[in-house]
């Protein structure tokens, strides 16, 4: 799953997270990536991904089968799984 789509890298949190946790980073993403007050021109496409990040994960079917998707990708396509996670980490993504 490439980082732009996997919603726990959108909200920056791991898969462990708590409803709580996630409701805590959609509120600080949110109100950081808010069109209305921040002016960065990427700023609301950042914010549509950071609201279907959080409408995904804070329904319960639609996580289960995300963290389910996850899974099998990791464990069919580690190669490309360890390539996504140096990218990520060596990223110059400005992260708030």
Known sequence: MKNDT???WIL???PSATPEDIQSAYRRLSSYWHPDRN???KASEKFQAVQSAYAILSDPLSR???DQR???LYIADPKT???SM???FFSAAVRP
């Open 39 to 41: 002016h960065d021109p």
């Open 6 to 8: 996997n919603p726990y």
């Open 12 to 14: 920056g949190l791991s």
């Open 70 to 72: 996850m899974e099998r």
């Open 81 to 83: 799984v360890m390539a």
């Open 64 to 66: 289960a089968e995300t």
């Open 86 to 88: 140096v990218d990520q």
